[in-house]
């Protein structure tokens, strides 16, 4: 099992920007695809993006594309989500979670993914 630990949430104003990061301890992301979700209050976790670690190809959600960047640092094993130009509408916890090798139509369905983080909130006002 793998141990992941979410850190870079906060408040900022509509517009700005953050960097979450999502570090992992007991195994390498190797093989994996490593992925950030949210959820809201009352609402449902929804996807946000993904990124193979190996191949390095990132997916994202229709509501972040052109505004959040995944990446991945192997010397660190992290995964980070750069997010820009925020919105209020992106206020939510954030968690990362890592799948086995997902097929591509299933990258954005959290249960596919086995083992997640604790969650940072991120909260962007307006």
């Known amino acids: 099992q793998v141990q992941l630990v979410e850190s870079g949430g906060g408040l900022v104003q509509a517009g700005g920007s953050l960097r979450l990061s999502c570090a992992a301890s007991g195994r390498t992301f190797s093989s994996y695809a490593v992925g950030w979700f949210r959820q809201a209050p009352g609402k449902e976790r929804e996807f946000v993006a993904a990124i193979r670690w190996n191949a390095g190809y990132a997916y994202y959600a229709d509501s972040v594309k052109g505004r959040f960047t995944i990446s991945r640092d192997i010397s660190k094993n992290t995964i980070n989500l750069q997010m820009s130009s925020l919105k209020p509408e992106d206020t939510a916890v954030y968690y990362c979670?890592?799948?086995?090798?997902?097929?591509?139509?299933?990258?954005?369905?959290?249960?596919?993914?086995?083992?997640w983080g604790q969650g940072t909130q991120v909260t962007v006002s307006s």
């Open positions: 979670a890592v799948a086995a090798n997902p097929p591509s139509g299933k990258i954005s369905t959290h249960s596919y993914y086995g083992d």
